[in-house]
């Protein structure tokens, strides 16, 4: 078994030479048990970091990401390496939805030994962290960063379980022209996120000849009245906010009582049930559109039976990425039993290889770390939403 083991051997002799060895594994701890060598049924514990946000203007988004880890790390703990049983120790930390925290977490998981990570929840604080975790070999999955360059840039260590913004970005700047979108305003909150998906809605209604306007709301604003001013004088017919959905709901409500008439649109980061609320109501979301960067729910074969375990561990439905998050501790682990191995180079060697049967159905990646879609896939990926009475519905073919 890798990662760090040392072996101690004490030898006793009188009549009889007795080798006792003990092994240790970073990460690891033992649960019990006489024996190391899985002959005795010996279990031990393997610490898997959980980067995400439990705190601010994300916190439904993280809680949906640390609940269904919970519920992997239940389903996947009793896996093998090298005969010894392993359970699954999830060391979740909160970087508050801000990127200014995402190093310090990573760090502060680093040091509590884990061998993988799962997160971070955002493109920003994934990308933040990144350079720390690659510098300690560290495995990084996320379930919900979509930002096309994480895994452009050259961390070889980083994989997702989620598609990315630039194929999410045509798909919501196609559906505005499908709508018949001739003006049209692109707002986003500054952040990594938000931009690089409203460069790419930017990119692909230019392309066809749309007008455009591109606006900030930036992240923690409560007063847009000169964006909404801008807007109002523009006169679009389709307006798309690439932020999330606290700064969404908050444009809508203010273009709204402007008397700005348009179809209100967004990406994965407005699809939280929340936004009713945070829009000063749902009426005043009421039949905005958004999109998703995953695959549809309703077309994963395994998310019936997670959606059960999800519900009667919370009491809530199923929060965004929460499956995507699962998968991405089921590749882990499987990458773990792959090369039988703790070793982070070992780790993202067998993720490169890995062919990970999950909810979302069989995931591998590709050389970048990106997850792979058979046949190639393109915009007709990506699902759509509706928001109405109060909550998103899926819009089926």
Known sequence: MAHGRTRKVLALALTLLLTVSMFTITGCKSDGGTSTDGTSGKTETIKIGVHTSLTG?????????????????????????????????????????????????????????????????????????????????????????????????????????????????????????????????????????????????????????????????AEGDVDFSAQVNNIKAFGPDVIIFTGYHREAGLLFKQCIEAGVDAQFM????????????????????????????????????????????????TGKDGGPYAENNYDALGAVVQAIVDAQSFEGADIIAALHDVEYQGVQGTLTFDANGDVSVPGGGGIELIPRFEYTGGQWTYIAD
């Open 266 to 313: 967004g990406g994965d980061g407005i699809k939280s049930n929340e936004i009713g609320d945070e829009a000063g109501g749902a009426a005043n979301v009421e039949g905005a559109l958004c999109t998703f960067g995953g695959f549809a729910q309703e077309a994963m074969p395994g998310y019936a039976a997670f959606l059960e375990k999800y519900e009667a561990a």
């Open 57 to 217: 203007g994300l916190a439904d988004y993280g809680f949906a990401a640390s609940e269904g880890l919970k519920i992997g790390a239940t389903d996947f703990s009793g896996f093998e390496v090298d005969g010894v049983t392993y359970n699954i120790e999830l060391v979740i930390k909160d970087d508050k939805g801000e990127p200014a925290e995402a190093p310090i977490v990573a760090q502060q998981l680093i040091d509590e030994g884990v061998v993988a990570v799962i997160g971070g929840l955002t493109s920003g604080a994934t990308n933040a962290a990144l350079p720390i975790y690659q510098a300690a070999g560290i495995p990084v999955l996320s379930g919900s960063a979509t930002a096309p360059d994480l895994t452009e840039v050259g961390f070889d260590n980083f994989f997702r379980t989620c598609l990315r913004d630039d194929l999410q970005g045509a798909a919501i700047g196609a559906w505005a022209i499908e709508l018949g979108g001739k003006k049209v305003v692109v707002a986003d909150d500054r952040g990594d996120y938000a931009v690089a998906l409203g460069n790419e809605v930017q990119g692909t209604l230019e392309a066809a000849g749309v007008q455009v306007l591109r606006e900030e709301c």
